[in-house]
């Protein structure tokens, strides 16, 4: 389990070692992997724009940050990321490669009901930025946060965005996801239901990738159990300090108590319906019954887990929140195979709409 990930030294170019729980990677490494991705994207961008301006223009672009690495390395200035490193976070890291990699895989998938796959890159900002938005401030609302409630000014604005420390809520970002994808759908005039089909898988791909990123960080820690699999997390990670602040564990223990690792179930399950959605999404009878099957099972999977989950008390009716969203997730799944099935409305492979970017 780690908070950080790694964090890339600017003090020497190649450095390569570790110190207690966390690796110091050279900014050189960082300046020559990231050099390495430009050139390749740029040569595929040639390959398949035919454009040789196109992709230079794009090489260009992309490798100002690793020249801003490189002036940094070379230069030394006495700024904070000089001195101390740059972190890359667990938690982020993985919401990151969640994001690409479930962009990707809709933009594959989108092409089956006949809308050109940039059309998914043109939405990347509408879902994510109300999604985390959603997300966040659901967080806010039900959980709380220490560091937020202290703040004031500029730093209360910082702590309520603050997302690379965690606290998020999966519901939240589902709502705040779909009101900015039926803004832009209704804006770009595409149907909204086929265009959800396609995005759900990609959703549990996400959340799969974005669980791993619990782990890492401590949040959304499991009971106490005793079997093999059983993880510990050390002192410097969220679920200790949140053990110690409820009187569960003694502050001068070396680890806490064996736990289910909840988050990993979780990532396992949200991976396995991201298959089976995927699966079905080539079979579905009409429009809207990937949605509907996808807001039936994953309720199901998430209610099972949460009572092996021990960081959240029970809401109301002795439920925890996510049971009673689960609970009526479930009954709006229903109802929707239902209405679906009534207009057996099925988008085949025809372009929808003429597709100018933004």
């Given at each position: 389990?780690?908070?950080?990930l790694?964090?890339?030294?600017?003090?020497?170019?190649w450095?390569?070692?570790?110190?207690?729980?966390?690796?110091?990677?050279?900014?050189?490494?960082?300046?020559?992997i990231?050099?390495?991705?430009?050139?390749?994207?740029?040569?595929?961008?040639?390959?398949r724009?035919?454009?040789?301006a196109?992709?230079?223009?794009?090489?260009?672009f992309?490798?100002?940050i690793?020249?801003?690495?490189?002036?940094l390395?070379?230069?030394?200035?006495?700024?904070?990321i000089?001195?101390d490193?740059?972190?890359?976070?667990?938690?982020?890291?993985?919401?990151f490669v969640?994001?690409?990699?479930?962009?990707?895989l809709?933009?594959?998938?989108i092409?089956?009901?006949?809308?050109?796959?940039d059309?998914?890159?043109?939405m990347?900002?509408?879902?994510?930025?109300?999604?985390?938005?959603?997300?966040?401030?659901y967080?806010?609302l039900?959980?709380?946060?220490?560091?937020?409630?202290?703040?004031v000014?500029?730093?209360?604005?910082i702590?309520?965005?603050a997302?690379?420390?965690?606290?998020i809520?999966?519901?939240?970002?589902?709502?705040?996801?779909?009101?900015g994808?039926?803004?832009?759908?209704?804006?770009?005039k595409?149907?909204?239901?086929?265009i959800l089909?396609v995005?759900?898988?990609?959703?549990l791909v996400?959340?799969?990738f974005?669980?791993?990123?619990?782990?890492?960080?401590g949040c959304?820690?499991?009971?106490?159990c005793?079997?093999p699999w059983?993880?510990r997390?050390?002192?410097?990670?969220?679920?200790?300090?949140q053990?110690?602040v409820?009187?569960?564990?003694?502050p001068l223990a070396?680890?806490?108590?064996?736990?289910?690792?909840?988050?990993?179930?979780?990532?396992?399950a949200?991976f396995?319906?991201?298959?089976i959605?995927s699966?079905?999404?080539?079979?579905r009878p009409?429009?809207g019954?990937v949605?509907s099957?996808?807001a039936?099972?994953y309720?199901i999977?998430?209610?099972?887990?949460?009572?092996?989950?021990a960081?959240?008390?029970?809401?109301s009716?002795g439920?925890?929140?996510?049971?009673i969203f689960s609970?009526?997730?479930?009954?709006?799944?229903?109802?929707?195979?239902?209405?679906f099935?009534?207009?057996?409305?099925?988008?085949?492979?025809?372009?929808v709409v003429g597709?100018?970017?933004?």
């Amino acid at each position: 389990m780690r908070t950080n990930l790694l964090r890339f030294m600017f003090d020497s170019a190649w450095r390569f070692d570790a110190a207690g729980n966390e690796l110091y990677v050279g900014a050189g490494w960082l300046i020559l992997i990231w050099t390495l991705a430009v050139c390749v994207l740029s040569g595929w961008i040639w390959w398949r724009e035919r454009s040789l301006a196109e992709a230079v223009l794009t090489a260009g672009f992309w490798l100002l940050i690793p020249a801003g690495f490189l002036s940094l390395l070379l230069l030394q200035p006495d700024f904070g990321i000089v001195r101390d490193g740059c972190p890359v976070f667990g938690y982020g890291f993985m919401m990151f490669v969640g994001f690409s990699t479930a962009s990707w895989l809709a933009a594959r998938r989108i092409r089956m009901i006949g809308v050109d796959s940039d059309i998914i890159w043109d939405m990347l900002m509408w879902a994510l930025i109300p999604g985390l938005i959603g997300a966040r401030t659901y967080f806010l609302l039900r959980h709380g946060n220490p560091e937020f409630s202290a703040a004031v000014g500029v730093q209360k604005l910082i702590a309520a965005v603050a997302l690379w420390d965690g606290g998020i809520v999966f519901y939240g970002s589902v709502i705040g996801g779909m009101a900015g994808i039926a803004t832009f759908c209704r804006l770009r005039k595409l149907p909204l239901v086929p265009i959800l089909d396609v995005l759900t898988p990609s959703l549990l791909v996400g959340e799969g990738f974005g669980r791993i990123g619990c782990f890492l960080y401590g949040c959304c820690y499991g009971r106490a159990c005793s079997l093999p699999w059983a993880v510990r997390f050390p002192p410097d990670s969220l679920t200790f300090g949140q053990l110690v602040v409820k009187g569960q564990l003694d502050p001068l223990a070396s680890s806490t108590m064996p736990l289910h690792p909840v988050q990993l179930y979780s990532s396992g399950a949200a991976f396995v319906l991201a298959g089976i959605l995927s699966w079905y999404f080539r079979r579905r009878p009409y429009d809207g019954a990937v949605v509907s099957l996808a807001a039936i099972l994953y309720p199901i999977s998430r209610y099972g887990l949460e009572s092996l989950r021990a960081d959240v008390a029970p809401f109301s009716l002795g439920l925890k929140d996510a049971e009673i969203f689960s609970l009526l997730l479930v009954a709006a799944g229903i109802g929707g195979m239902y209405y679906f099935s009534r207009h057996r409305r099925l988008t085949g492979t025809r372009r929808v709409v003429g597709l100018p970017t933004v």
